[in-house]
C-alpha cells in the first residue's frame, strides 16, 4: 500500500481555493485500492476525521499574521515525519503543495530520506512576482522556492510554462520535473434558466441574461484588472462588465478608481463574491463573454472553469493562457487601445463562430483538463514510486 501525504492546502472538505478544490477531487474520484491519502487540514484543534473515506489531521497552527502559512506547513510535515515513525511506514509520498517552507526544508527532506519517503513539491506559480508582497516578502519567496527546488525528489508542474521556467532557472540543481495539469468539470449547472436564485441575483444587480461580459478572480493588480477596465470603458460596447471578486474597498480598489474613474460609467459593475457554485456556474454560463487578465502563475482555475462554460473567451495573450485555451479563445494585448478594438469586434461576432469556439474549448476541457484524466495520471504517479 502507498502511503501518500498531502500538504499545503487548507484542507478538505473544500470551501474555496484551488489547492483545496484538487485535494477534494483527488481524494474523492480515487480509483486506485493501493494508495492511501492522509491530509492536512488548518484548524483550531488537531483532531482526525474521514473525508471522502481518507484520513484528514487537523493542524492547529497559532494565528500570526503572514507567516501562518509558513508555520502551518512547517507543523504538517512534522506531523507527518511523527505518524510515519510511529507506523513503521516505509514507503510514503509526502506531496508538498507550493513554496512556502524553503529555508527549512532540507533538514526535514533528510528526516525523511531516513524514514524511506520521498518528497514531491507543486511549485505554484511565480509567487515572488505577486505585488500584493513587499519586496523582503517576494525576496524570501525567490529564496524559499530555490530552495524547495533544490531538495525535491519531484516537481509536479501543472503548467508546462512553469516546468519550462523551473528547468532553465535551476538548471545547476537538474531538477527533476513532471507536467500533470490542473482539472475542471464540463456540464450545465443544475440551476433552471428560469430559477428565482439567478433571477434575483439578476435584479439585485440591474444585469440582464447574455448581456455582460465576465471577470471572476482574485482582487490583485496582476490581474491587470486596471487594463480591462479601462479599456472597456474605451470601448463601444453596450454590455455591463461585471465582475465578481472579493472587492474590498482597499488601497488598490481605492487606487483604480482613482485612476479609471469608474464609478462614471454604469456597465461597470463590480458585485462582490457567490459563494453558491450552482449559482456561479449559471451566471458563467448565460454570460456573453469572460475576460482573463491574469499573467502570474500556471494554470488558473478560473480560467478552465471559463473555457468548461463560457461561450466566449477572451484572455490575455501570456503563455500560461496560450498553453491552455490554444486556439479557442480570443487574445488580448496590453497595448493602448487593443483590448477595446477586440471588445467592439467581439460584441458583433458571428454567432455561428461564438459556437464553434465554445464547442472546441469544452472539448480541449474535457479532453486534457478532465478531473477524471487528473485523477488518473496522480495515481499513476504515487503507484510508479
Known sequence: MKEVFIIGSKGIPAKYGGFETFVENLTRMKTCKKINYHVSCMAEDNVEFYHNQVRCFNVKVPNIG??????YDILSIKECIKYIKEKGINNAVIYVLACRIGPFFGGYKKELEKLGAKVFVNPDGHEWKRSKWNFYIRQYWKVSERLMVKHADLLVCDSKGIEKY???????????????????????????????????????HSVSLNEYYLIVGRFVSENNYELMIREFMASNSTKDLVIISNVEHNNFYKELLARTNFKSDPRIKFV??????????KIREKAYGYFHGHEVGGTNPSLLEALATTKLNILLDVVFNKEVAAGNAIYFTKETGNLASVINEADSINIDKMEELSTKAKHRIKEEY???????????????E
Do not use: C, H, M
Not at 503572514?66 to 508555520?71: E, G, H, V
Open 66 to 71: 503572514s507567516a501562518k502559512a509558513i508555520l
Open 166 to 204: 523551473i528547468q532553465k532557472d535551476y538548471a545547476n540543481f537538474n531538477p527533476r520535473t513532471t507536467f500533470i495539469a490542473y482539472g475542471a468539470s464540463v456540464g450545465e449547472s443544475k440551476l433552471d434558466d428560469d430559477s428565482s436564485r439567478l433571477s434575483d441575483w439578476y435584479q439585485k
Open 272 to 281: 462582490g463574491t457567490v459563494y453558491d457554485q450552482e449559482l456561479l456556474q
Open 370 to 384: 478532465s478531473w477524471e484524466k487528473i485523477v488518473n495520471e496522480y495515481e499513476t504517479l504515487f503507484l510508479n
